[in-house]
T-cell receptor, first 113, second 110 residues
């Protein structure tokens, strides 16, 4: 099994719908992240969490919310999806934020129509 | 975190060394240089990192200039599976997150 598992792998949803992307990890890492990647661009940070009680906004948090249900689970929600949220979403974990220790999931490709 | 500058794309012949440059002229003394790569649309994968000294592991070598303003990632014998986008990142250890720029798209040619 993968260390960082994202579900679903692909999702098509309609404008205005609420959608949740889920991430679970078996690394035992404290820190979890949600990134977004648009075609031809690098990854941009949406939200990050250092532990269950610590949630922080990243550079592009508008339109998104997150929930850290447990150390191993970190969910990303789009309350009312819009077409420009069509992107590839990655969950990542790290142990105390050391830059060499990031482990990424396989990504969720989200299309909002 | 310091910004980095990388060429948008490079080609390399299969079996030859791939040398990927990165400029980070504003790097601070406590910032590390990290390299990740992203194959197709998979999640990025850690390759190597360094602070001052050159580093080598089973995947690659990292050469950091003495003034630390630039570095080079070396894949000694590139294979087709090394075709990917390579990200050079500078960051302090324990930073809130890693800033991924647009990277260098390396294409290994048969």
């Amino acid at each position: 099994d993968a260390d960082v598992t994202q579900t679903p792998r692909n999702r098509i949803t309609k404008t205005g719908k609420r959608i949740m992307l889920e991430c679970s990890q078996t690394k035992g890492h404290d820190r979890m992240y949600w990134y977004r990647q648009d075609p031809g661009l690098g990854l941009r940070l949406i939200y990050y969490s250092f532990d269950v009680k610590d949630i922080n906004k990243g550079e592009i948090s508008d339109g998104y919310s997150v929930s850290r249900q447990a150390q191993a689970k970190f969910s990303l929600s789009l309350e009312s999806a819009i077409p420009n949220q069509t992107a590839l979403y990655f969950c990542a974990t790290s142990d105390s934020g050391q830059g060499y220790g990031y482990t990424f999931g396989s990504g969720t490709r989200l299309t909002v129509v | 975190d310091a910004k980095t500058t990388q060429p948008p794309s490079m080609d390399c012949a299969e079996g030859r060394a791939a040398n990927l440059p990165c400029n980070h002229s504003t790097i601070s003394g406590n910032e590390y240089v990290y390299w990740y790569r992203q194959i197709h649309s998979q999640g990025p994968q850690y390759i190597i990192h360094g602070l001052k000294n050159n580093e080598t592991n089973e995947m690659a070598s990292l050469i950091i200039t003495e003034d630390r303003k630039s570095s080079t990632l070396i894949l000694p014998h590139a294979t087709l599976r090394d075709t990917a986008v390579y990200y050079c990142i500078v960051s302090v250890g324990g930073a809130n997150n890693l800033f991924f720029g647009t990277g260098t798209r390396l294409t290994v040619i048969p």
